[in-house]
């Protein structure tokens, strides 16, 4: 038997992983697929005409055998997987993406979409039910239902030649990473580098058959390389190497390449019917619009770039006394990490001990508790697939049952690196029955040993914070729909919860709950804890001026109404930079050719949503603050109008119910320190 193509009958049906085996996957997935098939036959040869539930919700609740096995067999992927399951993915991928192609594609199904679509303001549906419509509709739609059969060809065509670019785009800059070294032979170079990255590049050198010390464009080699190393003409040698990635006019560069993404993005978003490839992403983000982006990113500009410079001449006044004339790139991390050891000189090591990990756990169970009434009771009795994950019961302080948690903490080999919070299964209402999510967090913190328990540094702490935010997200869903229900939001609006929970670990109300010292039992001296707080800010104005500069530089490549006018990558670049650099320019360096978040991975037009929902956790906290970080009122309308709600409805409409108004800027300055 195959446990997993029957509906599993454990506690709160959660998935029976002893009882599954990696053949299980293969024969499941198989059958799964083929079960989805004839539900969604159906819906496409039903003779009734048309309607919302024959045809919209049926497309909603179709495959839950397959959503099932997807859950477990993904979730596994990534928190304890091995050669055979990523055998196992490589051989079903091709044949999820068939199926959702075949259905995507399927014309006599978009039809009963689009006449529903066409309608939608005659059916009475609430708004949730024409959130979904819509969403539906426009997953056909976003991929060129709507076209001729000779504008479906061009189209894909021209994703066929974008996922061929990006693909090259990425191996490039990883080849052009991958192919310099720096090989030291003398320790006296190695001047000012801590310990532990001496001992990496070390071996480094060893595995790679040599004497001395190797370091290398990967970021463990080299932040710490830029960080540290006092030998300045080291620094601008490794710092060249790094800004010249694909850019070096060799078989691995990335200039035409940047060039033809641009151009057939623009081709592709035209073909759809948007102005431009920033319009076409933008239509489903909170921002809505480029010319919103932009002048977001324009107010935080003007607030930010006289503090930014104001902390440029700090750091260049501080090399000064190194006998440095010009401030360059190289030298920003180097004199940056001495002067926060000037003002803060702040030790991880000496607050790790107030940070046991089960006193971190029961924290921000208490600050759950206090804000949304939710209870967490460890359980033995809930099937897990490796001995390190610990399961929780959820209740809510009314008696309702909310969730199974499963977290698991610590890195293991078959464990990738990170943190993240998934599912394993999702939240929905059905023939009146409620269905709960199982919700998991896996994380990547310290271990504990024979004489320690698991101390978390400050930075461990704020991740775990964030990820129980998302989960938060999760547990709280209240949605009817799956596919709109929990994090299931546009993007620029998912990182609300996470980052908005961080924003407790700084308050001293709620470290005093729960940092302790784990031997001596002392709380957290305030002086620790302002030292903590005042480091967050450190070169605020810098940070975001930098991150601004890379979010203007992904709007400027694609919210542009002509592409194919651009000709010089480096002179478009420079120009676009031009307002927000503090450095000279280096004239062998690009940024734009290994750019991989906006030209590798799906950031494109989206970069701003970095500093997008920083303003909007911050001015979401400021709600807090104002009515006392603990009101159960303002809690309440949180969860009402965001954590309860998912995708139902626009975020900035589910945002303004909740905080009364659209967020603005401010209160992120503020707390940044930057608005005076
Ligand atoms: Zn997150």
């Known amino acids: 038997m195959n446990p997993l193509l029957h509906p599993f009958k454990t506690k709160h049906t959660t998935a029976p992983f002893s009882k599954i085996k990696n053949e299980h996957f293969k024969p499941a997935f198989k059958e799964a697929i083929s079960r989805a098939k004839a539900e969604v036959d159906a819906i496409i040869e039903n003779p009734e005409p048309p309607s919302f539930e024959n045809t919209i919700v049926a497309l909603e609740f179709y495959g839950d055998t397959l959503d099932r096995i997807s859950s477990v067999f993904f979730n596994l ?62 997953g056909f739609a976003r991929n060129g239902a709507n076209l001729n059969d000779k504008g479906k060809k061009t189209l894909r065509e021209l994703d066929k030649k974008l996922s061929k670019l990006s693909l090259q785009f990425g191996e490039n800059v990883l080849a052009e990473t991958n192919a310099y070294e720096l090989h030291i032979a003398n320790e006296n170079q190695l001047k000012g580098l801590p310990e532990s990255a001496k001992e ?89 619009t480029p010319e919103k982006v932009l002048s977001f990113e324009n107010t935080l500009l003007q607030k930010a770039k006289p503090a930014a410079e104001k902390e440029f001449k700090q750091l260049a006044t501080l090399a000064a006394k190194d006998g440095v004339i010009q401030f360059q790139k190289w030298d920003g991390a180097y004199y940056a990490e001495k002067l926060k050891k000037q003002l803060f000189d702040l030790d991880q090591e000496k607050l790790k001990p107030y940070f046991k990990l089960e006193n971190v756990i029961d924290g ?215 307002n927000t650099q503090l450095y000279p320019d280096v004239a062998e360096n690009c940024m734009s050719t290994a750019f991989s978040h906006i030209f590798q991975g799906g950031y494109s037009s989206g970069y701003y949503s970095y500093k997008w929902a920083e303003v909007l956790d911050a001015d979401a906290f400021e709600h807090f603050k104002e009515t006392g970080i603990f009101n159960k009122e303002t809690a309440a309308k949180f969860v009402e109008n965001v954590l309860s709600k998912g995708g139902t409805e626009k975020p900035m409409v589910l945002y303004k119910r909740f905080r009364g108004k659209e967020p603005n800027t401010d209160a992120l300055l503020k707390r940044a320190g930057l608005l005076k």
């Open 200 to 288: 990496a590049a070390q071996m480094l050198a060893k595995q790679k058959g040599k004497q001395g010390w190797i370091f290398t464009l990967d970021y463990p080699s080299y932040v710490p390389f830029m960080t540290y190393i006092d030998d300045r003409g080291l620094r601008e040698k490794l710092a060249k190497a790094f800004g010249a990635r694909a850019f070096n006019n060799n078989k691995n560069d990335n200039q035409q390449i940047v060039l033809d993404i641009t151009k057939f993005r623009h081709k592709r978003a035209q073909l759809l019917g948007y102005q431009t490839h920033a319009h076409f992403v933008l239509e489903e983000r909170m921002a809505e």
């Open 364 to 578: 921000v169970f208490t600050v759950a508790n206090k804000l949304y009434g939710l209870l967490f009771k460890e359980v033995n009795d809930i099937d897990v697939y490796h001995k390190d994950v610990k399961t929780y019961e959820v209740t809510h302080t009314n008696g309702n049952f909310m969730a199974v948690l499963y977290a698991d903490f610590f890195p293991r080999k078959g464990k990738r690196n990170g943190a993240w919070m998934t599912s394993y299964k999702g939240q929905w209402k059905k023939e009146n029955s409620n269905s709960r999510p199982h919700i998991s967090i896996v994380c990547n913190f310290t271990k504990p040993t024979e004489t320690k328990p698991s101390l978390l540094t400050f930075n461990e702490v704020t991740t775990l914070f964030h990820e129980f935010g998302h989960a938060l997200h999760g547990m709280l869903a209240n949605t009817i729909y799956p596919s709109l229900s929990g994090t299931s939001v546009y993007w620029d609006f998912v990182e609300l919860p996470s980052q908005l929970l961080e924003n407790w670990c700084y308050e001293k109300e709620v470290l005093d709950l729960f940092a302790n010292h784990y031997e001596t039992g002392e709380p957290i001296p305030m002086k620790l804890v302002q030292k903590i707080k005042d480091a967050a800010n450190f070169l605020e104005g810098m940070q975001t001026l930098r991150q601004l500069s890379f979010g203007l530089l992904d709007m400027a490549w694609h919210a542009g109404e002509s592409p194919e006018a651009i000709k010089d990558v480096k002179a478009f670049e420079t120009e676009v930079f031009a």
């Open 77 to 138: 992927n990534s928190a304890e997987t091995n050669d055979e399951i990523q055998k196992i993915a490589k051989e079903i991928s091709p044949w999820l993406s068939e199926f959702s192609n075949d259905i995507r594609l399927n014309k006599k199904l978009f039809k009963r979409v689009k006449s529903l679509y066409e309608n939608r303001k005659s059916l009475g549906l609430t708004s949730e039910q024409q959130t979904l419509l819509e969403k539906k509709y426009k």
